[in-house]
């Protein structure tokens, strides 16, 4: 598996995989392409046999790293794709002096919820209807080795 910087020739591609997930926040390509340009945003692909199989979305504010989205394609689920992508995630957090990663995900996400917990993610709070004011975002924190406070 490769991970790379997402460039603009990979946004359809994301944005269809963002598609398979209809019943999830997508940003779609001009989203996607609006992250592209901004300083602190990175998205990262993880390719399999040259082609996109994951990406994540995530902006580095030090002291932290704010996830806003990984998304792996149906192929390639449970290949360890998101992991990776969390795992070059952190890379990215230790090189900017972040001590923290931060996200939100939807309450009945769970296979997300699971896999954060693996990675060590802890909740730290909720919001309430926040998704379609139905489902509660659950909030969740990561600090990374070396960034106790």
Known sequence: MNIRRAFKGDLAALAAMEAGYP????????GLEAELGKPFS???????????????????????????????AGRALRGGVATALIGKLEE??????????????????APALALYA?????????RPKFYNNTDAAVLMRKTLPGGER
Do not use: H
């Open 118 to 126: 693996k990675l060590g993610f802890e909740v730290v709070g909720r």
């Open 92 to 109: 990215y957090a230790k090189k900017s002096a972040c001590r923290e990663v931060d996200l939100e995900v939807n309450e009945r996400n």
């Open 23 to 30: 019943e999830y926040p997508a940003w779609g390509e001009k």
């Open 42 to 72: 990175v998205t990262l692909v993880a390719e399999e046999g040259g082609a996109p199989a994951g990406f994540v979305n995530f902006w580095v504010l030090r002291p932290q790293i704010q996830l806003n989205s990984i998304v792996v």
